[in-house]
């Protein structure tokens, strides 16, 4: 083996030299398709390429300028600005003019860390063709890339790897003697230990094959890498796509009645790292948005288990946002509320500010009473069952808006059929 390479990083080390050598990304790499159909060209294009860490962005930059004998500028957003956009105009004209004219590729890693104005600067010479300009980000490019930049590009969204995809990259650290002998269940639990992340699993690997080396062990065990790794972490970002797409699907899965892919996507952000607190507020969000009036409990258990959580903490508390979302998964559904008050908001906003009618405003004083204040307001508890039939409640010359719709589930059953009874008695009562 080359000694040289011997000490490069293992993540270095296999790294691909071709688009064959390439694992996962196939629905983008394979025969046939997009991306690799663009290698085959010979013709590069301006491209994003979105997708979690360690799923390859970065590789597949880099091949493209050797497929296409490209000049490789690679900026990190994280740490250039606008000085490192001009060295690279200026190195991409260089190769352009010189002797033996070289095509250059831009690489900006995680693009979406640079400002308006910083990706602006890319336009002209995108435009001009002087570059050809690859970023790569793992947030959603329609928010964090602008429109012109995101309009002279093809967005590729990469995958995380498959368990079998990242067992071929353990096979390939054994193929190159970078691992001692390790178990089956050992591979297994640093599979599901690296969560699709290439960069994770080969990290982890470098540091058991030293650590293994320092112990004098020779053959690694499932037993040990607990040991030595601790308590398996899941990758999580808690600020990013995947925590939005994540509470995104247990609300879904709560709105769709379907307990264990709730209790699925909640545990998965506990999991992750998730605020309970936030899951907390978010599960009453849930109880007030799509179950509402169909089954006032649902709010109740809600709060009762944000308080719950408040009182006992992780991860006894956990328990009762468990048992929240199961509840809530199959209590019956309406959303009849919320859209009643969405509709309530935007007709306010549109409308004019309507006077309050005379004989509903308060009159605490002897001038209001001269001015009519409360004058023929009828107290509806002294009304035959309660209820004024025939008196208006709107400010005048306002239709009834019927924002409020009870669906025919749970108990907004009754509240509708309520509803129409009351109904009956005004229109039979007539205005008053």
Known sequence: ????????????????????????????????????????SGRPHSCILWGPPGVGKTTIARLMAQAFDAQFISISAVLGGVKDIRDAVQLAEGAASGLMPQRTIVFVDEVHRFNKSQQD??????????????????????????????SRAVVYVLQPLAPDDLKQIVAKAQALQALPAIENEA?????????????????????????????????IEDAWVVRVLGERMRRYDKGGEQFYDTISALHKSVRGSDPDAALYWLVRMLDGGA???????RIVR??????????????QLA?????????????????ALAQAVLYLAVAPKSNAGYMAYNKARAF????????????????????????????????????????????????????????????PRGLEIKIGQKLEELRARNAAAGPK
């Open 1 to 40: 083996m080359n000694p040289v390479a011997a000490h490069q990083p293992l993540a270095e080390r296999l790294r691909p030299h071709s688009l064959g050598e390439v694992i996962g990304q196939q629905h983008v790499l394979g025969p046939g398709m997009p991306l690799r159909l663009a290698f085959e």
């Open 121 to 150: 600067a890319f336009l002209p010479h995108v435009e001009s063709g002087l570059f050809t300009f690859v970023g790569a980000t793992t947030e959603n490019p329609s928010f964090e890339v602008n429109s012109a930049l995101l």
């Open 187 to 219: 591979v297994e639990r640093l599979v599901a230990y690296a969560d699709g992340d290439a960069r994770r699993l080969l990290n982890t690997l470098e540091t058991l094959a030293i650590t293994a080396a320092q112990a004098g062990i020779a053959r």
């Open 275 to 281: 605020d309970p607190r936030y899951m907390a507020r």
């Open 286 to 299: 849930m109880a007030w948005e799509d179950i509402g009036l169909a089954d006032p409990r649902a709010m």
């Open 303 to 319: 709060n009762e288990a944000a308080q719950t959580y408040e009182r006992l903490g992780s991860p006894e508390g956990e328990l």
């Open 348 to 407: 306010v906003k549109q409308d004019g500010t309507r006077p309050v009618p005379l004989h509903l405003r308060n009159a605490p004083t002897q001038l209001m009473k001269q001015l009519d204040y409360g004058k023929g307001y009828r107290y509806a508890h002294d009304e035959e069952g309660g209820f004024a039939a025939g008196e208006s409640y709107l400010p005048e010359g306002m239709d009834a808006p019927c924002f409020y719709a009870p669906v």
